[in-house]
C-alpha cells in the first residue's frame, strides 16, 4: 500500500474512507511530462486525485507571465477550489513526469463531502494545509534573500519527493530554472548564479531539468544559517 503524505488528503482520510473516496471516478494515467491536467479559467467539472507523480500548478497573470504557484503530488487532490466554489478554474495544472491519477466528477465529490463526515473533514483539512503551507512561505521568504529562498525552496523538493540513492538526493522535478525562481520569489538569474555557487560547493549537481542534492547538511545550513 502506498506511503500517503500525512497533510494529503489521502494521507488524512482513513482507510476505509479512502477507499469510499477512490470507488468514485475513473483512474488515467499520462506516460510522460508537460500533459495538461486543465488549464486556469476553464469550467470542466471534476476533482484530480495523484495517486503517483507529481504536478505543477501554474498560474497566468494578465500581461502573461507564467508563475509557478505549487507542486504538488502522490496523495493530493488539485481542482477541488473550483467544485466547492463552483468558478473557472484558478490555475493550470501540469504533469511533471508520469503521472496516474483518479478523476472525479465534481458532482460526486461533493455528493461524498455531504454523505460522508469523515471526507468532507479530509477535505477541508487538506485545504487548510495547503493554505498554511502557502501563508508560511510569504512569512518565511519576506525577510530572506535569494540565497536562502532558494535554498529552503530546493531543500522542501527534496524533503518532499525527492528519490535517495544512497547518500544524495534526485529531485526529478522537470522544473525549469525560471519556475524554480517564481518558486523562490527570485530572478532566474539569481537562480543560476545560486545554483553555480551550490555546485561549486559540492552541495547540489544539476542536470536536464533535474537537481541532486549531494549534501542534505549543509543545504540546511544555508536555507536556515
Known sequence: MPEWRPTSLLGILPD????????????????GPSRVLFRQGDGSKFVVVILRGVVKVMGSAPSGQDTLLAILMSGDAVGEFAA???LPRSAT?????????????SSDFLDCMRRDPEISH???????????????RRVDFSASDATTRIARVILQ????????????????????QPELASLAV?????????????RQAGIVATGYRSITVLDMDRLHREAYA
Open 16 to 31: 476505509a474512507a479512502r477507499e469510499r473516496l477512490l470507488q468514485r471516478g475513473s483512474q488515467v494515467q499520462y506516460p
Open 84 to 86: 466547492v466554489d463552483q
Open 93 to 105: 495544472v501540469i504533469t511533471c513526469g508520469s503521472v496516474v491519477a483518479q478523476f472525479i466528477k
Open 122 to 136: 479530509a477535505v477541508s483539512k487538506s485545504i487548510v494545509a495547503k493554505m498554511r503551507i502557502a501563508n508560511a
Open 157 to 176: 523538493l527534496a524533503l518532499s519527493y525527492g528519490i535517495r540513492r544512497q547518500d544524495r538526493v534526485v529531485i526529478p522535478s522537470q522544473l525549469t
Open 186 to 198: 527570485a530572478s532566474p538569474p539569481a537562480v543560476q548564479r545560486v545554483l553555480r555557487k551550490f
